[in-house]
Antibody, heavy 115, light 107 residues
């Protein structure tokens, strides 16, 4: 059964950087569409970014130019490099699998941006 | 970006009730819509996709309908496990935006 496990969250100062990881098992990351979705405390879901099997990427306007989605094929792991972090980036970050509907999700990792 | 608007934001109901949640898109998305259920502290769980297709393992009391800009999720007879927050998501155009959520509470 497909499994996703996020890690790398934590407390970071405004303007800082953080890299999130999403370790996959039961399927191959490089052959699938992989997504990052975030959820600010007490708020709704926000779609962040996608990476295709061929490497094509797309970002929400709110993170474009600051976040980079990537993957490490041999480690079967998805990443989200987050730079120039702002208070409004504080959220639980989920990785998920799927180009359209998202049937497999990780448990999430909390990122807190605060001074 | 396509805006997704759910109504109501909060819904109070009792076990056994039939409830309907509405999701409206700011432009036509065809049938490219999914519904998710989320419980506190947990990741969302896919219920429906392509507006009216039931995800494997989801109880048949859940159903979805709609096309274009207006969609509904119906729970035919509420069970205690159904009290949660529900989100719609369009996947017609990037970014694949979500509705703001509907919290289903016990009356």
């Amino acid at each position: 059964e497909p499994q996703l496990v996020e890690s790398g969250g934590g407390l970071v100062h405004p303007g800082g950087s953080l890299r999130l990881s999403c370790a996959a098992s039961g399927f191959t990351v490089s052959s699938n569409y992989m997504i990052w979705v975030r959820q600010a405390p007490g708020k709704g879901l926000e779609w962040v970014s996608i990476i295709y099997g061929d490497g094509y990427t797309y970002y929400a306007n709110s993170v474009k130019g600051r976040f980079t989605i990537s993957r490490h094929n041999s480690e079967n792991t998805l990443y989200l490099q987050m730079n120039s972090l702002r208070a409004e980036d504080t959220a639980v970050y989920y990785c998920a699998r799927g180009r359209r509907m998202l049937a497999n999700w990780g448990q999430g990792t909390l990122v807190t941006v605060s001074s | 970006d396509i805006q997704m608007t759910q109504s109501p934001s909060t819904l109070s109901a009792s076990v056994g009730d039939r409830v309907t949640i509405t999701c409206r898109a700011s432009q036509s998305i065809g049938s490219w819509l999914a519904w998710y259920q989320q419980k506190p502290g947990k990741a969302p769980n896919l219920l429906m996709y392509d507006a009216s297709s039931l995800e494997s393992g989801v109880p048949s009391r859940f159903s979805g309908s709609g096309f274009g800009t207006e969609f509904t999720l119906t729970i035919s007879s509420l069970q205690p496990d159904d009290f949660a927050t529900y989100y719609c998501q369009q996947y017609s155009l990037y970014p694949h935006t979500f509705g703001q959520g509907t919290k289903l509470e016990i009356k």
